[in-house]
C-alpha cells in the first residue's frame, strides 16, 4: 500500500505491566510500521519483572527521539495509565498497543489512509490470535475462536456495529483502538474499570455519534492469549463488572434499542450467565487445586506414614507368615503327636487287653499253681508215702539182706558141710543120665 497522508500525526500509546517477555517485539512492531509514528509514549505501570530493563534496553539501542519512556512508582491500573498516555500524546490520531501483543507493520498505513478516505473517527480490525511463543493460537483456544467467529459473522450479516458489539466486545482489546484525537477530546478518558474499560469506552464512543468501522477479514493485530492476561486472572470478576456495565448502560441505549440489538444484548447476557456457572465450576476446581496444593504436605506426610505403615505391615507379613509356617510346623507336630497319641492309645488298649489277658493268664496261672501245689502237695505226701514206703521197703530189703546174708551164710556153710558134698558126689551121677536121656529124646525128636 502506498503511503499517503503522511502529513497526519499517530502517536502510539504502549502501556507495559510486567510483559517483559514480550514487550520489545510489541516496541519492534510500532517502530517498524510502513506508516510512521509521530511518537511513542511507553508507561510501565511499576511492573515487577525486568520489563523496565527491557524497555530502557531498547531505547539505548535504537535512539529513537519519537520514543518517550515513563516508569510509574506504584501501579496505578491499566486505565489510569492509559489516560496518562491520552493526555500526553500530540498526534492527530491515536493508538493503543498493549505491551503483549503486536502490529502488523502496515496496520496504521492502512488504517490512516482508511479514516481520511472515509471520514471514519474509530477503526479496529480483525485480529491474529497468538500464543506465548508468537505461534498462531487458534486451534489451542476453538471455544473463544467460535465466540469471536460468531462476532464476525453477525457484523458481516448486518453490518450493524450496535448489534455486533451489544452481542460481544467484538473489537477485543484497547490494542485494536485507533482513533482520531476529536473522539478522545469528546468521549473524555478510560473509565475506571478493571477489566471491561475498552468495552465501555467503545460503546462510549459508538453513543456519541462517531464513525466507527471493524475490518473483518484484515487481521492487522496480533493479540496474545497466554496466563496472565489480565481478563483471565480472575474470569468471575471480569464476567461480574462486564454485567454490571450492560446493566447501568441500559438507560442510555433505549433510544438505539431495536430488535436486532436487543437480540443481540439478550444473546450477551445469556452467555454472560452461562459463562457465570462455567466460571464458577472453575473457581471451584482451583480451589479445589489449591486446598489439594495445601494439603500436599499432609498427603507426603501421608505417603510417608502409609509407606512406614506398608514397611510394617511387611514386617508384619513376614511375622505373619513366618508364624504361619511356625503354626504349620506345630500342626504337623501335633498331628504327628496325636497320630503317636492314637498309637500309644492304640497300644495302651492293646496292652490293656493285653494286661486283661495277663491277668486272666495270671488267674489261669494261679490257679494251675493252686493245682499244682496241691498236686506238689499230693506229691509230697506221695512222696513221704513212697519215701516210708521207701524205707519199710529198705527195712524190709535190709531185713531181707540179712536173711539173705543169714542163708547164703548158711548156704555157704551147708555147702561147705561134709554131708552136702556127700550128698552132692551121690546125686551127680543120676544128673549126667538124667541130662543124657532128656538130651537123646530130643535127638530122637530131630
Not at 319 to 344: F, K, N, P, S, T
Not at 345 to 356: D, P, S, T
Request: aromatic share 8%; charged share 25%.
Amino acid at each position: 500500500m502506498k503511503r499517503q497522508h503522511a502529513n497526519k500525526k499517530v502517536s502510539v500509546i504502549l502501556p507495559v505491566y510486567n510483559h517483559e517477555r514480550w514487550v520489545k517485539q510489541a516496541i519492534d512492531s510500532v517502530l517498524a510500521q510502513s506508516f510512521p509514528v509521530h511518537e511513542l509514549i511507553i508507561i510501565d505501570d511499576a511492573s515487577q519483572d525486568a520489563s523496565w530493563e527491557v524497555i530502557q534496553s531498547a531505547c539505548q539501542s535504537t535512539q529513537d527521539i519519537r520514543i518517550h519512556c515513563l516508569r510509574h512508582a506504584s501501579n496505578q491500573g491499566a486505565p489510569a495509565t492509559l489516560n496518562q498516555g491520552l493526555q500526553l500524546a500530540q498526534g492527530d490520531y491515536l493508538a493503543i498497543l498493549n505491551s503483549d501483543d503486536v502490529w502488523d507493520k502496515d496496520r496504521l498505513q492502512w488504517l490512516v489512509t482508511l479514516a481520511e478516505a472515509q471520514a471514519l473517527d474509530f477503526i479496529s480490525t480483525d485480529v491474529a490470535l497468538l500464543d506465548a511463543d508468537s505461534s498462531p493460537a487458534e486451534q489451542q483456544e476453538p471455544h473463544w475462536v467460535g465466540w469471536f467467529e460468531g462476532l464476525k459473522q453477525d457484523y458481516a450479516v448486518h453490518s450493524d456495529l450496535w448489534a455486533t458489539l451489544l452481542r460481544g466486545n467484538c473489537l477485543i482489546t484497547t490494542s485494536n483502538f485507533f482513533f482520531h484525537r476529536r473522539v478522545y477530546e469528546c468521549v473524555g478518558e478510560f473509565a475506571d474499570l478493571r477489566y471491561v474499560h475498552d468495552y465501555d469506552y467503545a460503546l462510549r464512543v459508538l453513543l456519541a455519534g462517531f464513525q466507527m468501522r471493524l475490518l473483518v477479514g484484515e487481521k492487522l493485530l496480533g493479540y496474545r492469549l497466554h496466563g496472565a492476561n489480565t481478563i483471565r486472572e480472575r474470569p468471575l470478576a471480569a464476567i461480574e463488572e462486564n454485567m454490571r456495565l450492560l446493566l447501568s448502560w441500559l438507560p442510555a441505549l433505549h433510544e438505539v434499542l431495536d430488535e436486532q440489538r436487543l437480540q443481540g444484548l439478550e444473546i450477551q447476557l445469556k452467555d454472560l450467565y452461562r459463562y457465570t456457572g462455567e466460571e464458577w465450576l472453575t473457581v471451584v476446581h482451583q480451589r479445589l487445586l489449591a486446598r489439594e496444593q495445601e494439603l500436599f504436605p499432609l498427603i507426603s506426610d501421608r505417603d510417608g506414614w502409609i509407606a512406614e505403615r506398608d514397611a510394617w505391615v511387611a514386617e508384619r507379613d513376614a511375622i505373619i507368615q513366618q508364624q504361619a509356617e511356625h503354626l504349620a510346623e506345630r500342626d504337623a507336630w501335633i498331628a504327628e503327636r496325636d497320630g503317636m497319641i492314637a498309637d500309644m492309645q492304640q497300644h495302651l488298649i492293646e496292652q490293656q487287653q493285653w494286661v486283661c489277658e495277663r491277668d486272666d493268664w495270671i488267674a489261669e496261672r494261679d490257679e494251675m499253681i493252686r493245682q499244682q501245689a496241691e498236686h506238689l502237695a499230693e506229691r509230697d505226701r506221695w512222696v513221704r508215702d513212697r519215701d516210708g514206703w521207701i524205707a519199710e521197703r529198705d527195712a524190709w530189703v535190709a531185713e531181707r539182706d540179712t536173711i539173705i546174708r543169714q542163708l547164703r551164710g548158711q548156704q555157704q556153710a551147708l555147702l561147705d558141710s561134709r554131708a552136702f558134698r556127700l550128698g552132692q558126689a551121690l546125686l551127680n551121677p543120676l544128673r549126667r543120665c538124667r541130662q543124657v536121656v532128656v538130651g537123646g529124646g530130643s535127638c530122637l525128636k530131630n
